[in-house]
């Protein structure tokens, strides 16, 4: 399965958080993985324009911090293909 998108959910994340954001990706996420880490976690799209969307729902709901940028994924058919990925880092009180 190809992951054209990874949204990095870093800051401090309390289960109460962690419970609304969860909420969230599974009620508009369409094919993701998640992947905890010790700082947070990193959710796997396999469509930008679907994380685009739970990202702006989650701006709603937690001040934060987001940051874009690219990595190159290789070739596929004589094209570029390109990682998006995505650093949603909600700021502390």
Do not use: C, W
């Amino acid at each position: 399965m190809k992951h054209p998108t990874i949204l990095q959910i870093r800051g401090s994340i309390d289960e109460e958080k962690k419970k609304a954001i969860l909420k969230i990706i599974e009620k508009f996420g369409e094919e993701f993985e998640i992947e905890r880490t010790k700082n947070g976690m990193n959710v796997y799209f396999s469509d930008v324009n679907v994380a685009r969307n739970i990202i702006s729902k989650l701006n709603r709901l937690f001040k934060a911090e987001v940051k874009m940028s690219t990595k190159y994924a290789g070739l596929r058919k004589g094209r570029v293909r390109v990682l998006f990925v995505y650093s949603f880092k909600i700021k502390d009180f």
